[in-house]
């Protein structure tokens, strides 16, 4: 496994739409293995593929409940609202608030291409939301209606 580097805000990489995997090989583990262990080294509970400039349908998660591999995520059901501040690794220092669904549905294939469903409320509904999002190129800071200064607050 290695880290690899963390795309920033500005870069265009991040306003791009990913596309589909569809090989599910040794080149796709390393990717979520390498991804995974960047997102642990940066504290992040979410990294999406475009944020290691690879355009292609695939998040990691890890809300403190263990590892998700998301390929080919589509979201099947939102319910509910919630509205709390949010982040980005790839926006430090930068946090807002963000209307989610209070309750997600998730489809998606695992690493060998098998079908796999989640259910998430609270942090993982929105870490789902975030993720997926990225992959369609959109950034937490386009939803936000209050952006937080962290630093003034502490
Ligand atoms: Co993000």
Known sequence: MAKRNIVKFGDEI???KSREVTVF???LWVLLDDMYETMRAADGIGLAAPQVGILRRVVVIDVGDGKIELINPVITSAKGKQHEVE???SCPDTWGY???PAKVKVTAQNRYGKEVKYEGTELLA???CHEI???NGIIFTDLADEMVDKRKEQ
Do not use: M, N
């Open 14 to 16: 991040l306003r791009k």
């Open 133 to 135: 999002d990225h992959l």
């Open 87 to 89: 982040g980005c690794l």
């Open 25 to 27: 090989d040794d080149k």
């Open 98 to 100: 963000v209307q989610r």
């Open 126 to 128: 929105r870490a789902f």
